[in-house]
């Protein structure tokens, strides 16, 4: 079945950069769409970032400028790099894939049936 593993959050001070990684098993890169989901406590779950086999990406407003979404077909990794982290993105980090592509500029978690655990990142000020 499909594994989906986030790495790579942590605790920064506003400003500060983190990469996470969602390394899969049993999922082709090459195909479909990834993308990255966060849930603050009291949040509703946001779509950050997502991408395309193709390449084509699409980003929350909230995050555009600072974060990229990234990934590496034959290590079979999704990456979102973020930079000048705000308090406000502190949250838990979900990587989620479909085995379709997103054919639009939206970012719905009810689209992707494949979920990794989570991975917290707490920006402090």
């Known amino acids: 079945q499909v594994q989906l593993v986030e790495s790579g959050g942590g605790s920064v001070q506003a400003g500060g950069s983190l990469r996470l990684s969602c390394a899969a098993s049993h999922y082709t890169y090459s195909t479909g769409c990834m993308a990255w989901f966060r849930q603050a406590p009291g949040k509703e779950r946001e779509g950050v970032a997502r991408i395309n086999s193709d390449g084509g990406t699409v980003y929350a407003d909230s995050v555009k400028g600072r974060f990229t979404i990234s990934k590496d077909n034959a290590k079979s990794t999704l990456y979102l790099q973020m930079n000048n982290l705000k308090p406000e993105d502190t949250a838990m980090y979900f990587c989620?894939?479909?085995?379709?592509?997103?054919?639009?500029?939206?970012?719905?978690?009810?689209?992707?049936?494949?979920w990794g655990q989570g991975s917290q990142v707490t920006v402090s000020s």
């Open positions: 989620a894939a479909r085995p379709w592509l997103c054919s639009n500029r939206m970012i719905v978690g009810s689209a992707f049936p494949y």
